[in-house]
């Protein structure tokens, strides 16, 4: 029998290789647990707009992927019903962002995550909130030997 904790690194074992998004905008799985998450992302040359800042599009996919691994955390696949984000500072490049995620309320197939994306000096970046629903399918048999 696997513990909650051992759960939520499974699963997120379990996306992590077919997560081409976050994987390719060099993102990393610091921390999951039970309706939890972090992932951090470096601002690469690439992720800086016109105005010599990170692009918003970035700040929300980390943000974003710390939503998935949180929200996917139980076992149960789960997806985005909606999201609002609001960027409160810039990002720059260099920084490293990291995205701390984690359920407000998880019930039935409907859940509220919050997620604070942060810079490397713990500046608050942006603040993200997630309605996720679940959809069919496990990601995988809780009876099976995982060893």
């Not at 759960?7 to 379990?14: F, G, L, S, T, Y």
């Not at 909606?82 to 701390?100: W, Y």
Request: with cysteine.
């Amino acid at each position: 029998m696997l513990t909650p904790e051992q759960v939520a690194w499974r699963c997120a074992e379990i996306m992590w290789p077919d997560d081409h998004a976050a994987r390719g905008l060099g993102m990393k799985i610091e921390a999951v647990s039970p309706g939890t998450a972090t992932l951090s992302m470096s601002v690469r040359p690439d992720m800086v707009n016109g105005h010599g800042i990170c692009h918003g599009g970035f700040i929300f996919a980390v943000a974003d992927s710390a939503f998935a691994y949180a929200c996917n955390s139980f076992n149960h696949r789960t997806v985005a019903a909606g999201v609002d984000i609001n960027f409160l500072a810039p990002a720059h490049l260099g920084d490293l962002l990291t995205a701390r995620g984690q359920a407000r309320q998880q019930a039935g197939r409907s859940g509220v995550y919050d997620i604070e994306v942060t810079n490397q000096a713990n500046k608050l970046i942006a603040v993200f909130r997630g309605r996720a629903a679940r959809i069919k399918g496990h990601f995988f048999d809780p009876g099976e030997n995982t060893a």
